[in-house]
């Protein structure tokens, strides 16, 4: 591979923007190869802007994942909104990522009238491909391009890894030339500790999709390495009582179960034996604390 610093290198970031729930997260999973970014059916999983890298020749892609983008009403949705227009203004190109199924919804249209003040290249991603009629696209694609024209349009299935591929190579061949921003092993900005925060919020996501709110969050309180194994103590801090009890379920089997989902997926992830240990506490109105939302990466909306 060629010197990421030298004459000819190309670098620059590209900005998954959408409503919640279209799909970006898995589409940012497929681009880069590999799971940088969790996924799940509960709107508003993204919360933290989530960076995927991934090298061709002498190209680095940096994918900004951003939060959905939706009327905000609560102070971590404001932020989380604001995080996503503000990864949008800062990427290189910015790639609008549609469900092909629910079409221009209100949050979509939103997203739509943001980005024609956009002054940057914008792509169009049609997702999710595989569970609609062919028929049903064509239209879609005349009704957005109306409103915002895009400089291309692809039609993918990030699920299923269809039209993908033509979709990173259409973003590699306009990047901006430039010096590489990360080692060239680097797949993403996380952490080990944030990664796996994440990946147990995952969990409880898809073990208790409409029993918990979105607010309920993840710490990684302690990391200790051993010889082939890690001992990690993780929090799940949730705003009341009631919400304890549903995460602990009866006799403790919930919480049980989360951790044994979590602890094999970061087993694969890093290559060792882990040793998890789940907390549930009480942080009541976690959500109004500004110290939270910096561990989160976002801004406290004033």
């Not at 802007?49 to 009403?73: H, N, W």
């Not at 269809?162 to 901006?176: N, V």
């Not at 092993?185 to 918990?212: C, G, N, P, Y």
Request: with cysteine; charged share 25%; glycine share 8%.
């Amino acid at each position: 591979m060629s010197d990421p610093a030298a004459a000819g290198s190309r670098c620059g970031y590209v900005a998954l923007v959408g409503a919640p729930n279209v799909g970006k997260s898995t589409l940012l999973n497929d681009l880069v190869g590999t799971k940088v970014s969790i996924v799940s059916p509960k709107v508003q999983t993204t919360r933290r802007r989530v960076l995927g890298i991934t090298v061709k020749d002498e190209a680095q892609l940096v994918f900004v994942d951003l939060p959905g983008i939706f009327a905000p009403e609560r102070p971590l949705e404001r932020a989380m909104v604001q995080a996503a227009w503000q990864g949008a203004e800062e990427a290189d190109i910015a790639v609008l990522v549609v469900d092909a199924e629910r079409g221009i919804d209100k949050n979509t249209r939103r997203v739509l009238d943001g980005m024609t003040k956009l002054s940057r290249p914008c792509l169009l991603a049609i997702n999710k491909l595989d569970k609609v009629a062919a028929t049903t696209v064509l239209p879609l694609i005349q009704e957005l391009n109306a409103i915002r024209p895009f400089e291309d349009t692809f039609l993918v299935s990030a699920l299923k890894g269809d039209g993908t591929k033509d979709l990173l190579q259409a973003l590699f061949a306009r990047l901006p030339d430039g010096p590489w921003l990360f080692p060239a092993d680097q797949l993403s900005d996380l952490s080990d500790r944030q990664m796996a925060a994440e990946l147990t919020r995952e969990k409880i996501f898809h073990k208790l999709h409409q029993e918990v709110p979105y607010s309920i969050t993840v710490e990684t309180e302690a990391w200790a390495e051993g010889e082939g194994d890690v001992r990690i103590d993780q929090t799940i801090y949730v705003m009341r009582d009631s919400q304890k009890a549903i995460v602990l379920g009866k006799g403790g089997r919930q919480i049980k179960e989360i951790g044994q989902l979590a602890r094999a997926e970061l087993e694969t992830l890093l290559g060792k034996r882990v040793h998890l240990f789940l907390f549930v506490k009480v942080r009541e109105n976690w959500t109004d604390d500004p110290e939270r939302y910096r561990e989160l990466g976002l801004d406290f909306p004033g």
